[in-house]
């Protein structure tokens, strides 16, 4: 079935830290894919998409995903976290219209 | 640009009674417009979708007599929970759509916290 899987529900980093945050879809043509950041009580936020070209995709707040098709997988990255980005994010992909998101992880960041 | 708005962002009201929550795209067309809905801590899922002019599609299991979607005008679209009960408390999300942006990508509303009480 077509799915996307983020395997962590909760990651803790310390501030400073660098962050990855993984993200799986199981889709049998290249997909659309999307990260989504959404801080409690409020909609959601696009932090970058991939729809082709160059793999490796820049988004706002410093944020940077990888599109690896061998491994089906599109990671956000971050190199070093801010208080502020404690949120929930939610990779989303189209599939084959509707845009699917998964479970979602909540970051939280530690002094 | 691109910006999406909900009304109300909050609603409480009694069991029975019936809530109407307005999505608008506020600097662009929208020809299609998405309502979601997200239990606490977990993920959102695609209620229905709403074409301008058009009957809404609503998703596998979800009540379309219970949850009126109208979607008058390129810039309006509006979620009506009829008859609401305690499980209807949830945070709903629209979204909304601009072609001229590409086919795949979505705009996001702050979203609407409606407690039935």
Redesign the interface.
Known sequence: AQSVTQPDIHITVSEGASLELRCNYSYGATP?L?W?VQSP??????LL?Y?SGDTLVQGIKGFEAEFKRSQSSFNLRKPSVHWSDAAEY?CAV?LP????????T?LTIIP | GAV?S?HPSRVICKSGTSVKIECRSLDFQATTM?WYRQFP????M?MA?SNEGSKATYEQGVEKDKFLINHASLTLSTLTVTSAHPEDSS?Y?C?ARDLKR?P????????T?LTVL
């Open positions: 659309y999307f989504y009580g409020q909609g959601l936020q696009l998409k729809f939610f189209v219209e509707k845009l699917t998101f998964g479970t979602g909540r | 999406v909900q998405f801590k977990q993920s959102l695609l979708t945070f999300i979204s590409g795949f990508e979505q705009f996001f509303g702050p979203g916290r």
